[in-house]
């Protein structure tokens, strides 16, 4: 350990920089943007960045849990449309089934993902790829590439739905972010999936069932992504195979990446994640508030992860 | 001239805090096939990897053929005629045999392009040398074990090599691709070229080799002719011991045969590592496994523990058959396994103390999925005490506990599980004398308590020690057991040297 590494570590006040970053980030882009973006500082600007942030939200808490057993989840964009999909073409049958269906579809598929990590020893990134390219089709399939609208239809309504002025997708993030947090920190699942994370070998001589656990790993990212999914679908009134969740997936790693995950497994953050989430939502919104051009959104989005992973490298290399 | 091919003179390596090599002479003569013997840690590798330039050495003189020499690097070292054919072959699956033997040194006409032809007639040549005759066309992932070998040889070869070093070269060979190499070998002796030849194999030693230098602990112990040293006299060369000096602290003799059998297993045979193992232990017995590194001893582990599955055989616990398909299986049968693997095996390094004791026990603390962190910190401030562990806390992360108290964690992991059976490999490698006699106690401990417990050990003198009885393996197979009276380190010694001489009869009829 050199000095360099122990200047950074307490950073303000004690608090771990490594741990606590991604809320410190937010925290100054909070500032930074109160100052200079024009009518930032108001209940609608706060209620936007809820509503916008809510994918993103979701799906890195599935990414959280994929990212520290171990393995990846590029496949939750492709997912997504595919639930979403899978959705529109059932609301015939009723809300609750439609529902039922696009979130079963979801989970099928992420059981697939995991099935074949466990089962062929793939690595993750190359599995997920198959449904990430292939999901995609399968959900341009479902309606011929075309977009299911349903304007008039009462599943609209879901998604527009709020609760003394405080849309439900901000109750449902705050389920899915306290359920995520449960699981990984007081469920035995959570403890299995960090050891198989930390080191997959011993948790499998430790009698843990691994086979199992990475399926339902890459179940449940499925089963974050179709959640979304349907949300999404209801808010904008409509179902687009084309472009629901694209770079869903880069923006959830990101999220998870900038929260403070360790991203060769082992060590979930799930706090991080909700600030890491926030930022990357942040970014999108102050550069468009700004007028700036959207391409300078992804160049910052890149600017933030690579500091991130920065940081992240000082901790491995601390604690070593 | 010298008949000497090589000169090692005086070599010595220093790791931090670790002397590797201390003052070591090595001669290999033109024409022989030389090995070089020794348990781990004994310097063998760090002595291979300086004469083919993968270290350099600290200081003393190497010679090749008179000249002398300093390999930097491994290319220096082949340029100056040492080849080395690894333990992992680098060769290229997806190539043919040709192009490997060719690859980066590809014959071109004057306009770059290759002349395949001369590529295949000259590989094919090359190993028709060798007395092989093959399809030099056929990729190499195509082609078996011993062949790829070959390969790699012939590729060796074509950089003019005078010795040809083979770390391990039969680890993953048959005994019929071993019959292949071997003949390969003899070719290369008459060629006049030296093998260097590197093997856990006792009976390969003494079948192929000419002569043996003996390493231990980073110093030369002897050098000999093969046909002048006995088997028992090599192999306490390499472990230390004289048989005579061995002052016996033998564990007192408890007779055993009223207690219940806990385990029986019969046949054990997995591919060419165990060949039918019978082994039976009763309650609250310590059993040892003795035999060198190789012999099947943790292969055996492995498949009590379900971690590996035998090709053929039974195993009964408390009288009923069982079926060990994963660890989780053996678990469930109480059966537990604490790995020589610490690092690889063992620990989770950045979970807490308290979660990697528990990791293998969370259903006992579970309900409803959610485990109950104060019987957790229960169970491990309790092993924390009992085995005095030296922790901050029973949430500090176990990476940054010593080896010692790292491994008393996992012992406390399998003993929070209570288990009837628990199976040690190598539970004292690592740590300092301290923890080890305290971990020494503990498991006298854990028998008197009924546990039954086999005990996996490459140091005799621990063997006789602690063990009620104690299991040989020889290359696979279980060549005696010895208890009582008869349990000593000398008489170890004495059934591997006849398991040894059992099987070269065998081999001979």
């Not at chain 1, 529109?88 to 995991?114: R, T």
């Not at chain 2, 091919?5 to 090599?21: R, W």
């Not at chain 2, 005696?480 to 001979?508: F, M, P, W």
């Amino acid at each position: 350990m050199n000095g360099k590494t122990l200047s950074l570590k307490p950073a303000v006040n004690g608090i771990s920089f490594s741990k606590h970053g991604a809320a410190i980030i937010f925290i100054l882009l909070m500032i930074l943007n109160g100052i200079f973006t024009p009518n930032f500082a108001s209940l609608g600007m706060l209620r936007n960045l809820l509503l916008q942030v809510f994918p993103i939200m979701i799906v890195s808490m599935g990414m959280t849990i994929v990212i520290s057993s171990g393995g990846i989840d590029i496949s939750v964009g492709s997912i997504m449309a595919v639930a979403a999909a899978a959705l529109a073409k059932n609301l015939g049958i009723g809300i609750f089934p439609a529902i039922v269906i696009g979130l079963s579809i979801g989970v099928v598929f992420g059981a697939f993902n995991g099935f074949l990590i466990a089962k062929f020893k793939i690595q993750p990134m190359i599995v997920t790829l198959i449904l990430m390219v292939g999901g995609r089709g399968i959900a341009q399939q479902l309606n011929n590439g075309y977009v299911i609208s349903f304007y008039d239809h009462p599943f609209v309504e879901l998604g527009l739905y709020s609760i003394s002025g405080i849309p439900i997708q901000v109750f449902v993030m705050l389920l899915v972010i306290a359920s995520v947090f449960i699981l990984m920190y007081y469920m035995v699942l959570g403890k299995y999936i960090q050891a198989i994370g930390d080191n997959l070998r011993a948790s499998e001589l430790s009698g843990i069932k691994t086979f199992k656990i990475t399926i339902i790993i890459y179940a449940l990212s499925a089963f974050f992504a179709s959640l979304a999914a349907i949300f999404e679908t209801s808010r904008i009134c409509s179902a687009d195979p084309n472009t629901l969740g694209r770079f869903m997936e880069l923006d959830a790693i990101a999220a998870v990446a900038v929260g403070g995950t360790s991203m060769t497994g082992g060590k979930a953050n799930v706090i991080g994640t909700v600030f890491g989430a926030l930022i990357i939502q942040l970014i999108t919104i102050s550069v468009n508030m700004n007028n700036i051009n959207y391409y300078y959104s992804l160049i910052l989005k890149a600017v933030i992860i690579i500091a991130a992973m920065y940081l992240q490298q000082f901790r491995t290399k601390g604690t070593k | 001239m010298s008949d000497f091919l090589l000169k090692m003179t005086g070599v010595s390596k220093e790791f931090p805090g670790v002397k590797a090599l201390n003052n070591v002479d090595f001669y290999i003569r033109k024409g022989e096939v030389h090995s070089l013997m020794g348990e781990n840690g004994a310097g063998k590798s760090t002595l291979i990897k300086i004469l083919t330039g993968i270290y350099t050495k600290d200081s003393g003189t190497i010679e090749l053929n008179g000249r002398q020499m300093s390999p930097q690097n491994v290319l220096e070292a082949q340029a100056a005629g040492i080849s080395t054919i690894f333990q992992e072959l680098n060769l290229i699956p997806d190539l043919s045999i040709a192009e490997n033997i060719f690859l980066g040194r590809e014959p071109k006409d004057r306009f770059g392009k290759i002349q395949w032809k001369k590529i295949y007639v000259k590989s094919t040549e090359a190993l028709k040398d060798l007395g092989i005759n093959i399809d030099v066309q056929l990729k190499l992932k195509d082609i078996g074990a011993a062949i790829q070998q070959m390969v790699a040889l012939v590729r060796a070869l074509d950089i003019n090599a005078n010795l040809v070093v083979m770390d391990e070269p039969t680890s993953s060979l048959d005994d019929n691709e071993v019959k292949v190499l071997f003949k390969v070998i003899r070719n290369l002796k008459e060629r006049g070229v030296s093998v260097l030849f590197i093997s856990h194999r006792l009976s390969e030693i003494f079948e192929i080799c000419d002569r043996v230098t003996i390493l231990r602990d980073g110093k030369l112990v002897g050098e000999s002719l093969i046909r002048d040293i006995s088997h028992g006299e090599l192999i306490s060369k390499m472990i230390g011991k004289d048989s005579e000096s061995i002052v016996s602290n033998k564990k007192k003799a408890i007779d055993f045969s009223t207690k219940e059998t806990y385990l029986t297993a019969n046949g054990i045979s997995s591919g060419i590592m165990l060949k039918g193992i019978d082994l039976s232990i009763r309650k609250g017995e310590i059993v040892g496994l003795a035999g060198l590194l190789g012999s099947g001893r943790t292969e055996l582990a492995r498949v009590l523990f379900g971690d590996d599955q035998a090709a053929n055989g039974k195993i009964e616990i408390n009288g009923k058959k069982v079926s060990l398909k994963h660890p989780a299986d053996a678990i469930i049968n109480g059966v537990a396994f604490c790995s020589e693997e610490r690092k690889a095996e063992g620990i989770i390094p950045n979970m807490s103390v308290a979660d990697n004791i528990t990791l293998a026990s969370f259903s006992d603390i579970t309900r409803f999925g959610f485990f109950s962190r104060k019987k957790q910190l229960q169970i491990t401030n309790k092993y924390i005490k009992q085995l005095s562990i030296k922790t901050p806390g029973a949430n500090r992360e176990i990476k940054f506990l010593s080896g010692g108290n790292q491994q008393k964690v996992i012992l406390a992991r399998w003993l929070a599980l209570k288990p009837d059976f628990i199976i040690l490999d190598e539970p004292t490698r690592g740590i300092d004398v301290g923890a080890k006699s305290e971990i020494d106690k503990l498991i006298q401990s854990m028998a008197n308590e009924g546990i039954s417990i086999l005990l996996i050990s490459s140091e005799m003198e621990e063997l006789v020690k602690r063990c009620d009885r104690v299991a040989v393996l020889y290359e696979g197979e279980k060549v005696g057991e010895l208890q009582g009276e008869e349990l000593s380190v000398d008489a170890i010694l004495h059934t591997i040297t006849a398991g040894h001489n059992r099987k070269l009869q065998g081999a001979n009829k």
